[in-house]
């Protein structure tokens, strides 16, 4: 039976730590889906389709990584793909003490098992709240914002704050 994941997110913009936990979880599954959440109730500074794009770019070179797009439940996206696993990305304390209840009602609502990803000591300050913080207060320097996103992504990130 092949393993299948999902790791999914806001990824309003998609970031370094994003990338990390993509990467590492790719070698632990069969099949890693990134799932782009669309939640209403948000108010993003990048489109659904935007931020898909931009996690489409930066994860192109592995290849059992795939990305989509979801309005709903990620419980109900996971069982159309048939994904038993749900990847979450752990920072912090607090980060820990949310997942923990998410994950606990995923296991209740369709027996998924959530795999917590320590992120790596480099990572541990990226958030996309900082990178949508910087491009709110004018920063569009590629040294600047490649310190938060792929820099497969920055210019396209530059020109589409500009879009929105």
């Known amino acids: 039976m092949k393993k299948i994941a999902v790791f999914a997110g806001s990824f309003d913009p998609f970031t370094l730590g994003h990338l990390d936990?993509?990467?590492?979880?790719?070698?632990?599954?069969?099949?890693?889906?990134?799932?782009?959440?669309?939640?209403?109730?948000?108010?993003?500074?990048f489109s659904a389709e935007q931020r898909k794009g931009f996690v489409e770019t930066a994860v192109q070179k592995i290849p059992n990584v795939r990305v989509a797009s979801f309005e709903g439940l990620t419980v109900d996206f996971m069982r159309q793909v048939g994904a038993q696993y749900l990847v979450r990305g752990i920072r912090n304390s607090s980060d820990l003490d949310f997942e923990q209840c998410v994950a606990w009602n995923n296991r209740a609502l369709a027996g998924a098992e959530s795999v917590f990803l320590l992120s790596a000591p480099e990572h541990l300050s990226v958030s996309s709240s900082v990178v949508r913080e910087l491009l709110a207060n004018g920063v569009k320097k590629?040294?600047?914002?490649?310190?938060?996103?792929?820099?497969?992504?920055?210019?396209?990130?530059?020109r589409k704050k500009g879009d929105k």
């Open 142 to 158: 590629a040294a600047t914002l490649s310190k938060f996103v792929p820099k497969s992504i920055v210019h396209e990130i530059v």
């Open 21 to 45: 936990v993509v990467q590492r979880a790719a070698c632990l599954f069969d099949t890693l889906w990134v799932l782009v959440a669309q939640n209403s109730s948000k108010r993003n500074m």
